[in-house]
């Protein structure tokens, strides 16, 4: 393969990494799927085709369906309407795949970010202290294990008394 | 005598519809567990907990139907999901008996989601490494989940057994009165030992331990006793179900049934 044709191939996966940073997550839509961390692999074919290959956040998130038409819908407004685009399920997403963009985003939208990682053991100790977002106190409280959606838990502020949605450290 | 190709293939096709009916077993687990959870949705005794039991119930159905599809491939009949959840009898159902058990009261529903999400936590973890990579796949995702669902479900069984005396008899009631379908959980058969053999299942006396010791952490904080064991096996990963599982099929089918393909 020539530099040139590795360039073009580089320039295309970047160009379809944008089209993908504009599709909204539908259940949290200040989210992209890319700061959502759920894009695993945009990589060309050898038949020039692009591959897009996507995680489930939850087994029976029910956004799963509504996010795949929407990838669908700007590939082919974009140009890649021959794209392939495919489910993959290993690694299992976590939300360690939220990205630091996305935790900054979904704090401005009012939403509390994971407080660990899962893969930190401090997970394992019980439930983690969470900074209100409304106004950065540490002195909340769980109200629900679960919440709107499956990504979300409902949580209370004791400093401001807002109530307020957490994603979910899983 | 000498074996021919045709007696050599044999063993295999047994193999493929071993493995075809391991992973329906865990398919239909998850979808009955599923669908009894989702009748608490508008009854549940407060809004955090309706709202608990509709995630639990969306989890479970989203791992049966990748189980499904897994299923359904396997067998290559051209089944899909829907064909194999909303178009099979009874008796072609292979779910835990335990798992079809009616929700009771809220006590009573925590008490089998608890031995079910026990269970599976220890399926899953020993699925994690199957040597069958779709399986093992679905297994880590359905892990991370079933972790949640255990934390929940363990919880409620603590609050409410060290609660107060009324909530206390009713959670050991309903231990006491689950408690026979445990014996199914941990019963090998020949599709069990097939699977384990190949490296695609845990092997089920190895799983037991682990769960053992699980419920008797549980059931300690909760200030509850462990009954004893009766021997009668229940057989509903063999298709022999008690009487609750044909009620609940006949309202999870009945769109399906009355209007066949119907979509969305």
Known sequence: MSAAVRNMSADREIEVRKLLAGVPDPEIPVLSIVDLGIVREVREEADGRMRVAITPTYSGCPATEVIRTLVRAALDAGGYADAIVEEVLSPPWTSDWLTEAGREKLRAFGIAPPAVRVASPRQLMGAPAVSCPRCASRETERVSEFGSTPCKAHYRCSACGEPFDYFKCH | ?????????????????????????????????????????????????????????????????????????????????????????????????????????????????????????????????????????????????????????????????????????????????LWRFTAELFAPDEVDERMARAGIAPSLAELEPHWSARIDEALRAATLTRPATLPYPWHGKRGVHTEHLGRLLAEMQHLQRTYPGARW
Not at chain 2, 30 to 39: A, D, I, Y
């Open chain 2, 1 to 177: 005598m000498n074996a021919t190709p045709a007696m050599r293939a044999a063993p295999d096709t047994a193999h493929e519809e071993a493995r075809c009916r391991y992973v329906l077993r865990l398919a239909d687990t998850s979808l009955v567990l599923g669908q009894r959870l989702g009748e608490w949705i508008g009854h549940a005794p407060a809004l955090e907990e309706d709202l608990a039991l509709a995630n639990l119930s969306l989890d479970l159905i989203g791992q049966a139907r990748l189980f499904l599809t897994y299923a359904g491939e396997l067998e290559g009949r051209g089944r899909d999901e829907d064909a194999l959840a909303f178009l099979r009898d009874a008796p072609e159902f292979v779910n835990l008996t335990l798992a079809e058990q009616p929700n009771g009261h809220f006590g009573h529903t925590i008490v089998r989601q608890w031995l079910i999400d026990a269970w599976q936590l220890e399926t899953y973890a020993g699925l994690e490494h199957s040597s069958d990579t779709r399986l093992a796949a679905i297994a880590a995702k359905a892990l991370r989940e079933t972790r949640y669902h255990y934390r929940f479900s363990s919880g409620w069984l603590v609050r409410l057994g060290d609660g107060t005396a009324e909530s206390r008899q009713r959670m050991q009631s309903a231990v006491d009165e």
